[in-house]
Structures are given as C-alpha cells and as structure tokens.
C-alpha cells in the first residue's frame, strides 16, 4: 500500500486512526478480524502506543545529521575505503564532508529543492555514496537505479520517481538516460 493511499485522522480523545483506501477495506484478508471497529482502535492506539510513536519518530535523527555527528565525532580517521586502478584508497570523514558539501550546493544550484527526486544510475561506489548523500542533505529524495535495468525499466523509473536530475556512472548509463530522454 502507497503512503498516498493511506490517511491518518485524529479525534478529539488523540488517538489515531489509520484511514484505509475503499479498495482495502472490503476483501483483503490481511485486515479480517472479529473485533468490532472501535475494539480495533483502541487496541491499536493503546497496545501500540502509536501517537508517542509518531512523536518519538518525529525526534529522530536523519541520515544526515548522523553522518554529520560521525565527521565530528572521527575526524582524521578514514570512513571508507575503495580500490582505484588496484589500488586501495582512503577517504577521510573531512574529505566526505567538503565533497558532500560540494555536492549538495552543486544539486541546490541546479534548481533542486527540498523533497525533489533525484536517482543515482551506478554501481555502488564512493561516487554513488557522495550523490546519496548530497541528495539528502539537500533535503532532497535519493532513488537508485540499477546498472543492469534496460532502458524500458530506467524509463519508467525515472518517470515514476519524478526524477529531476540523475546522476550516472559512466558513459554506457549516461547512454540509457539521454535514449529515455529522447524518447520521453
């Protein structure tokens, strides 16, 4: 179920409830039960505790400030390390900070705004990490695409996603974009 098909409603005693779309609600097994409606939410709302759920997630930390507190917290000391040429190559908390950095403006700069889409078309690298990361702390929405998708299934991904800008890794995938592209 798509987080658009679902809609949660509060009432005047706090709790919440999860409204269903018309086509979950008659048919689908997985909500059958004996408990009359009202049983069901107040069993919801006080077994699961979900409104201080709600509240606790809210307080959580994002993937960004987590990786932020780790630069602060691991300065001078590598976060990863990948082979280049057969040759193993360090980088740093710091050096993931300026180009993350780098990267986040580069994305702001070309007009991406909090909650826009942007997908990665590469094997997992450093380079794929550093977009992921960029994407996010621009506030924006990080979407992967797999190297080996066919064009038919990077078209559609890029469409369903809303893509706005996409990051690839090399010249074959920059191939499979501007062909899906050319064709949208």
């Known amino acids: 179920m798509a987080v658009s098909d679902t809609a949660l409603r509060r009432e005047a005693a706090g709790t919440v409830h999860l409204a269903l779309p018309p086509s979950q609600q008659i048919g689908d097994p997985s909500l059958v039960t004996n408990e009359p409606p009202h ?3 107040a069993n919801f709302a006080a077994e699961a505790g979900f409104s201080q759920l709600l509240k606790e ?5 994002t993937l960004p400030r987590m990786v932020l507190r780790g630069i602060k917290a691991r300065r001078g000391r590598p976060v990863l390390r990948q082979k280049v040429l057969g040759i193993w190559q360090e980088t740093s908390w710091e050096s993931l900070e300026t180009t993350v950095r780098e990267v986040a403006l580069g994305f702001a ?9 942007g997908s990665i078309l590469g094997s997992t690298s ?8 960029g994407l996010l702390c621009a506030g924006c929405v990080s979407s992967g695409v797999y190297p080996t998708d066919a064009q038919p299934q990077v078209r559609f991904l890029l469409a369903d996603s809303r893509s706005r800008v996409v990051v690839v890794e090399d010249d074959e995938q920059l191939d499979k974009v ?3 592209r050319s064709h949208a």
Not at 127 to 133: C, Q
């Open 57 to 61: 997630l809210a307080d959580e930390p």
């Open 178 to 180: 501007l062909a899906v």
């Open 39 to 41: 049983a069901r939410r």
């Open 109 to 117: 700069s070309l007009g991406l705004e909090p909650g826009d889409v």
């Open 126 to 133: 450093r380079e794929w990490l550093f977009a992921d990361l």
